[in-house]
């Protein structure tokens, strides 16, 4: 399970805190907010299956495909990176707590209802 704690980060002279934290066991959230402010500048999910809870999951897939193994689950966890690239993109933006997904390392808005077509 992936710690929960405020952490600080300095992304292009601002100042920012992050959080991590589980949504289920296959995503994680991460909120972004400037220092000093409470209303979140935004949120992105970020696939991440937890080999503590996805164990025999993955053991199986171990097993039986290991060629798959990379493909059928997200190990990477949430870094400084994935949080510097969100903070570029809703940084200069007018608009706030819009929500993200970060998958294969690139991060893309998440299309909401009322904009999908």
């Known amino acids: 399970m992936p710690k929960q704690r405020v952490r600080r980060i300095v992304v292009d002279g601002g100042v920012y805190?992050?959080?991590?934290?589980?949504?289920?066991?296959?995503?994680?959230?991460?909120?972004?907010?400037?220092?000093?402010?409470?209303?979140?500048l935004a949120d992105m999910r970020i696939p991440f299956?937890?080999?503590?809870?996805?164990?025999?999951?993955?053991?199986?897939a171990a097993r039986h495909a290991p060629e798959r193994f990379d493909e059928l689950f997200a190990r990477e966890p949430v870094g400084p990176g994935h949080v510097a690239d969100l903070i570029r993109l809703c940084a200069g933006q007018e608009w706030r707590c819009r929500t993200f997904e970060a998958i294969d390392g690139i991060v893309q808005p998440v299309p909401t209802p009322a904009s999908a077509e």
């Open 17 to 40: 805190r992050w959080r991590v934290r589980p949504v289920d066991p296959h995503w994680l959230t991460v909120r972004v907010w400037r220092d000093g402010e409470r209303i979140p």
């Open 49 to 60: 299956d937890d080999p503590s809870v996805n164990y025999p999951e993955m053991l199986v």
